[in-house]
């Protein structure tokens, strides 16, 4: 992978390991349930993927992945002593940024183990949200994912749309644009104007 | 594997898929909601295997698997659209023989890997219930394997009659239908009368 | 590894099982939940240590550890039908010092499979604290290793010993005699004069 798409990486992990942080504050934990959560949330997706897919756990052979988790929990401790108003809004967008991101490198180290397109996709989708899947689970919250407005949907979308610029014979480096451009900009358009998935319920 | 072993085996995923769609109605979750808690239920199980094995995940080696559980998993919310009853009944009889092939799967997967029978019986075990162990504790209920009727028990069991069949010397197809019917019956015996394991509780 | 290592190990995880038993009593759960409990709090930090280092996984490889944990799950249950006291108070040493083994046998096999030290630190904290969290998210309680007296950071206490001695220049097992040694007087330390770390939270 070029070099650019490693310091992308580091920033989507960082930017999912301040959201654990922001999390553990709310919930009231100590100084190693910030750790905790926030690695869980950065680094849980990929983990769960490389194990899946039978690679070296990315963290494990690139220890600045690790080094940025640390770093980055205590970016939101060391604000909020200084400043008592945390750029939420911000953080969202970097978030939308994060998630396409971690899409993309999941479905294309996916692809590079000679998987389906269909497995890809799921493992892109895997990669963006299982950490804050994690995260909630842990916290005891509702998973964010499983409702509200559309988060892992974008990811299955912009797989689709990787997949579509794939068949018709982009190059490698143009399909991960489009799913990137695709995820993003969905994922920006819900935050903006509240898109939904429909919700299922029973009358019974 | 036999041709008629991979189709009841995508016979159980489907199974499994529906349950965990069921859940997601009660819950009331989005459309990927309904994905996640799908995917969870019928594949978790195989996929903690596979890893713990390691062994290629089947759902990744083999695109069937995904594509029966997303199929599955729209077959209650077509059917709840068009009828407001849902058969349950035959949705716990459907599972008790998912259960049981998900158990007898996992035994020889483990055995083909050359574990001991202990820890095939554990994986087995692992194969059928964890699945259902992730939705619930995905959906932050109590998760159903660890009370009430019996469930985890009969894959248990079945496994032990495994074990046996293979002590006496039967061929590996036979220890299999042992360990089939051993589950289906005792998963069925315990629906029918309500079969539950003593409770433990802490008088202190 | 040396003889007594491996029976260490054994008691470890029966301390660990013993804990997921006691839990499980609380919960008034059944027999089948005594055993998954136990099991998750007994080998849940190694089976994830082993599969994201890609090794075999302990107790596939090594049948004891699953004997051990069945035995000990069962030792609560017939101890608290023949007196109505468990010595809590020692179960909590006990498992001091199986919190400090699960870390030196993390650390050194992460550190035997080459990761840095950082990773061997994390390493050996998972295999000391993912067993409790996993049997914490099952029973849905808070989960004890994000808060409260000392525990995890106990771990990466001790890892930084470890680190501390290998730098200097120490062999293997003095390093793993600095790492335990550290690790059970902090924790038994933070049990007896109840040292936290610092909670934070969000005034806003």
Known sequence: ???????????????CAISGTLMAYQKRMDGFGVIVLASATAIGGGTLRDMMLDVPVFWIADNDYLYTTLIAAFIPIIWLRLSPRFPYHYLLIADAFGLALFNVVGIEKALANDTGIAVAIAMGTITGVFGGLLRDVICREVPLVLGGELYATTCIVGGMAYG???YLGFEAQWCGAVALATTVLMRLGALRWHWEMPVFYNEN
Request: no cysteine.
């Open 1 to 15: 992978m070029v070099d650019w798409f490693h310091w992308l990486n580091l920033a989507g992990v960082a930017v």
């Open 164 to 166: 579509l610029a794939m």
